[in-house]
Structure formats: C-alpha cells, structure tokens
C-alpha cells in the first residue's frame, strides 16, 4: 500500500497570505494525485486531480504542482472560507490511500 | 445536480451485521464507478470498497476483505455495501461517492456506523 504522508499537520496563515501545503508519496504515484478540502460537518470537495487540474468551479487562487512523490497545494491568497483541512489521495494504485490531512487554521 | 443519499447506519454489536445503501440521482449511475470511503473518529479517510460500471469490476481494502461486499443495482440507481462479522474498529462514518478517474467526484453525506456491545 502506498502511504502518503502530508506536512506540516496544522499551518496557521493570516488571511490574504499565501500557503503551501506538502504531500509525499512513499513510491512514484506519477501525477495521479488529487487534493479535497473539507470543512467542519460537510463531506470532502474535491479541489484537483491530475496533480495540477482544478476541478469545475474551484477558484483559481488553489493550484497543485508535483510528480512522482512530491506535491504541493498552493492557495495563492487566503480568503475566511479557505480555512479547512486539506486531503491528498492517491489513485496510482489500489488501494487509493489518502493522507493524514492538513489543517489550515487562522492565524 | 448530484445527489448521494446514505442509509442504513445504526448501532450493532461486535459480530453483526448491517447493510448499507446509497441512493444516486442527478446523473447517469450505470457509467459511474462507485466507492465507499470510511473515516473513524479522529483518523483519517480509508477507502473501503469499489466497483465498476457493471459490477464486473470490484476490489476490497484488505482491512474488509471476506467480510463486507460492495454492490450496485443500476435499474435502482443504488449502491450497497453489505457488512457482516463487524469489529470495533469498523466504526466510522461511511461515504458512498462518485469516482471518474481514480479521483472523487461526489461524495455523499454519510452515515454512521457504530460497532460497539
């Protein structure tokens, strides 16, 4: 099973900064990584797949860069509904495994 | 619009059994695979069964292997996961969702699954 592994687990930003947030992978999952977004008492959304394709309708401040087993989520600029906690999955191989989450608190 | 409705949650005892469904409209489910994914209190998400288009397709994680069973009836619109010999460490809220190419589309509300005596 293919383990992802998200860092950091909390990133405290101040609205209106950008964040980075990490995910690797312990073997090459190629660019089939997606990233969701969750937030308090709703189900996941999904954000990007392919590594670095925005689903419809996710704002263009969220992008993804990475191959292989480093990849990066990016929100550009912080806006209040942003703060959320962030998933990774990967969906190279069976089982999909997700990673443990990040969680974007307000600083 | 998508909508994923699940149901048959409850409580059970270490040992029983229960199935859940899923009820999909608001797009084509026969073109559709199909996914349950389980988060437990204070972990993370697990994927826990698929199944393809026609049901030809299915696979179990390895932690539900011999015990749960994935399946679909596409003139319902349904999708079910039939659970059997269930452990503690099955609670968790389960999710029925969409899957395209690998990634989630859609995901349900969920449902919660307690296994305790």
């Known amino acids: 099973e293919i383990v992802m592994t998200q860092s950091p687990a909390t990133l405290s930003v101040s609205p209106g900064e950008r964040a980075a947030l990490s995910c690797r992978a312990s073997?090459?999952?190629?660019?089939?990584l997606a990233w969701y977004q969750r937030k308090p008492g709703q189900a996941p959304r999904l954000l990007i797949y392919?590594?670095?394709t925005r689903a419809t309708g996710v704002p263009a401040r969220f992008s993804g860069s990475g191959s292989g087993t480093e990849f990066t989520l990016t929100i550009s600029s912080l806006q209040s509904e942003d703060f959320a906690v962030y998933y990774c999955q990967q969906y190279d191989n069976w089982p999909r495994t997700f990673g443990q989450g990040t969680k974007v608190e307000i600083k | 619009q998508v909508q994923l409705v699940e149901s048959g949650g409850g409580l059970v005892k270490p040992g029983g059994s229960l199935r859940l469904s899923c009820g999909a409209s608001?797009?084509?489910?026969?073109?559709?695979?199909m996914s349950w994914i389980r988060q437990a209190p204070g972990k993370g998400l697990e994927w826990v069964s698929y199944?393809?288009?026609?049901?030809?397709?299915?696979f179990h994680a390895d932690s539900v292997k011999g015990r749960f069973t994935i399946s679909r009836d596409n003139a319902k619109n349904s999708l079910y996961l039939q659970m059997d010999s269930l452990r503690a460490e099955d609670t968790a809220v389960y999710y029925c969702a969409t899957e395209r190419g690998g990634w989630i589309d859609d995901w349900g509300q969920g449902t919660l699954v307690t296994v305790s005596s």
């Open positions: 199944i393809g288009p026609s049901g030809g397709t299915i």
């Open positions: 073997q090459s999952v190629s660019i089939n």
């Open positions: 608001g797009f084509t489910f026969s073109d559709y695979y």
């Open positions: 392919g590594a670095s």
